[in-house]
Nanobody, 125 residues
Framework: QVQLVQSGGGLVQAGDSLRLSCKASDGTFSRYTVAWFRQAPGQEREFVAAVKWNGIPFYADPVKGRVTISRDNAKKTVYMQMNDLNSEDTAVYYC???????????????????WGQGTQVTVSS
């Protein structure tokens, strides 16, 4: 059982940057694919970014070039740096983790069994 604890988030202005963190409790964290999803009010949860166990990143088209996902396995932590934020980035952000996720499924939230508590990101224009 993996527990994920998120930090970061908050209220920022358009154009600002923010870094979210997702720290795992499990020592085998280095084997997990970790992803970030977000959910805006009245909308479905959507994929933002993911990083595989080997460090290979995946990004959703709306955030490409503005978001960087990285991992520090020694710290059992995944980071998501978000730059040039805009109002459409306003949402609750969740990290998720699981093992053995194939590339074609990496954007599917149902593939992940372990979830963080969620953190609000609000971008004011």
């Amino acid at each position: 059982q993996v527990q994920l604890v998120q930090s970061g988030g908050g209220l920022v202005q358009a154009g600002d940057s923010l870094r979210l963190s997702c720290k795992a409790s499990d020592g085998t964290f280095s084997r997990y694919t970790v992803a970030w999803f977000r959910q805006a009010p009245g909308q479905e949860r959507e994929f933002v970014a993911a990083v595989k166990w080997n460090g290979i990143p995946f990004y959703a088209d709306p955030v490409k070039g503005r978001v960087t996902i990285s991992r520090d396995n020694a710290k059992k932590t995944v980071y998501m740096q978000m730059n040039d934020l805009n109002s459409e980035d306003t949402a609750v952000y969740y990290c998720a983790a699981d093992q053995n996720i194939i590339n074609s499924s990496i954007r599917m939230s149902r593939q992940y069994d372990y979830w963080g508590q969620g953190t609000q990101v609000t971008v004011s224009s």
